[in-house]
């Protein structure tokens, strides 16, 4: 490691963990996906990267998820007996989901097909699926969709009756008339899940590797001290003069109605606890 800092522009997160798993592995410190990295650290033994506890990237999943309107989808319940399209069957967004409606909506994996496609509509924007987001279970119906058809294309063409993708697919960007979300509040939905569950899922984290850790004891403090500052000064910049900048009429609102909405649930969370914690120790407040 030398003295200077030196920074990549970024990349694809699939790109980043090919990079991280099967690559040179040149990047000191690096954006991972969480659920590739654990199956690699629980499967293959994978050690030469530690995760520090820096999530620069949290999002709620209900959106995720797209139908064809002709199939008489209307809640998450009626997705059972269907078959469900996606573009990497283990990457953080697509296990993050299916274990949101097992958990809510009592739907397992084992109640639908599943079809793999054999390319991405959005790749440019998650570039190269991992080997580790290509892990599929034992007992799940899982299939591969034709060769030469994308998620998209599998959903347009009727192959699929559902898609779970992080990125909205091509077919539902340009409107296609078939192609809707199931959630169609899908704000809504994830604010209730968050007020009930106090949940917000997290899907990418960051890694240092295990020898620069070794060496130099201090970088791992440092790097997350770095994003918790620059955290802090985002959210300062947020509620001070980046409605001035941004092209969203209601910024402003929309910035005061996110934090209503996690910022007291969060409060009410850590009371439950703190009450919970004191009748244990017997503490008197």
């Known amino acids: 490691m030398s003295d200077s800092l030196g920074f990549e522009r970024a990349a694809p997160i699939g790109n980043l963990n090919t990079h991280v798993f099967e690559g040179p592995r040149t990047r000191e410190v690096t954006e991972i996906g969480l659920h590739p990295f654990m199956l690699a650290y629980a499967n293959e033994g994978f050690r030469d990267y530690v995760l520090l506890p820096i999530f620069p990237l949290r999002v709620f999943r209900h959106k995720s998820v797209f ?72 007992g799940v119906l899982i299939t591969q969709g034709p060769a030469g058809l994308d998620e998209s294309d599998l959903l347009v063409s009727g192959a699929v009756d559902a898609l779970f993708h992080a990125i909205e697919p091509r077919a539902f960007v340009e409107g296609h008339p078939d192609v809707a979300r199931l959630f169609p509040d899908p704000r809504a939905v994830e604010q209730d ?6 949940i917000f899922p997290i899907m990418h984290a960051v890694a240092i590797r295990r020898d620069v850790a070794r060496e130099h004891p201090w970088l791992s403090r440092a790097v997350f001290d770095a994003y918790g500052q620059a955290k802090r000064m985002s959210y300062a910049d947020m509620g001070q003069w980046r409605w001035l900048f941004d ?12 934090r209503a909405v996690m910022e007291f649930a969060v409060l009410d969370r850590f009371l439950l606890l703190f009450m919970s914690a004191a009748r244990q120790s017997r503490l008197v407040f």
């Open 247 to 258: 092209m969203l009429p209601w910024y402003g609102q929309e910035l005061e109605d996110t």
């Open 67 to 138: 139908i064809r309107t002709d199939r008489g989808i209307k809640a998450p319940e009626d997705l059972r007996g269907k078959r469900i399209g996606t573009p990497g069957y283990s990457s953080t967004s697509l296990t993050w989901i299916r274990g949101l409606f097992e958990d809510e909506y009592g739907l397992t994996p084992r109640d639908v097909e599943w079809v793999v496609a054999s390319g991405d509509s959005t790749a440019s924007a998650t570039g190269s699926v991992s080997k580790q987001e290509n892990v599929l279970p034992e």
């Open 193 to 198: 899940y968050f007020t009930r569950t106090g």
